[in-house]
């Protein structure tokens, strides 16, 4: 196993001691079909993760919604006890019904019991960065962010949460959260047809803060682009790697966290690291934002 120690460079979430490689690993699709029950090779799953470790990621995006409580166990059997660089995101703001349903829940109760599923299940007594989904599972909604939030600062005072971020929310909505508490990152739905965040990506650069874009179920495949397959082919690779190098080059706090329960996708979506978009080549793949508005 050759370590890729370059992943796109690295960054520093503000106001931490925490630094990662660019290109890190989403662990969603380590859970069974539509992210629900055990993973359909759990050995593979195991070696996944190991590989991931080996090859230089460490950032590793999970939830303990993901299965339930499946992805977080199948991390802990495959790394624990963890590398001292290893930084682990989790989310809380969702959990899921006996059918496999997604239900949105920032109550009090639900929260504290998400973030204690988390600690209990990946094996810590305190989590690295937190993430407060807010809005849909796809799109922000308008309104207040502080209620659920002053949750995760009482659990961040117990000691439980080092550091809080954020999930599908308009700019508003972080600028109210910073007047309590400091905001190291931001998860929204972003890709080269869905630009709705581009000035606030800008604004998140400018601060310092990162920008995690996530996809929902069905990754890139709302994005059927003669463009982006034309410059694929050019390229040597899958439309899918051209979408994820397009993204670390649109801005330097932009973070990767493709997953896939199979190595051979891993060493895809790692290798986006190195493949070099020219000026020219970037300037056709924004035509496709620009085409989508």
Known sequence: MTKQTHLGGTF???GTTLTV???GY???????????GPPRDR????????????????????SDFYGPHVTNQVIKEALYPYPKDL?????????????????LDRSRENLIESVHGNLRN??????????????GFSAPEPGSIAEPLEVLIDLKQQGLVRHIGLSTVMPEQLAEAQTYTEIV????????????????????AQQGIAYVP???????????????????????????????AWLLHRSPNILLIAGTSRRTHLRENLSVAELQLAPETIARLDSIGAAAK
């Open 26 to 36: 989403g662990a969603m699709q380590l859970a069974g079909p539509n992210v629900f």
């Open 43 to 62: 050995s593979e799953a195991i070696a996944v993760l190991r590989e991931a470790i080996a090859s230089g990621v460490n950032h590793i995006d999970t």
């Open 214 to 244: 996530y996809f929902p179920l069905g990754g890139f495949s709302p994005l059927q682009s003669s463009v982006m397959d034309a410059v694929a082919a050019s390229l040597g690779v899958t439309p899918m790697q051209v979408a994820q």
């Open 185 to 204: 990152c931001i998860q929204n739905f972003y890709n080269l047809s869905n630009r709705d965040d581009d000035a606030f990506i800008d604004n998140l």
């Open 21 to 23: 490689h660019r290109v």
């Open 122 to 135: 990946l094996g810590l007594d305190a989590l690295d960065i937190v993430n407060l989904r807010m809005g």
């Open 12 to 14: 520093n979430f503000p």
């Open 87 to 103: 930084t682990l995101v989790t989310k809380v703001g969702a959990r899921r019904g006996d059918d496999g349903s997604w239900i």
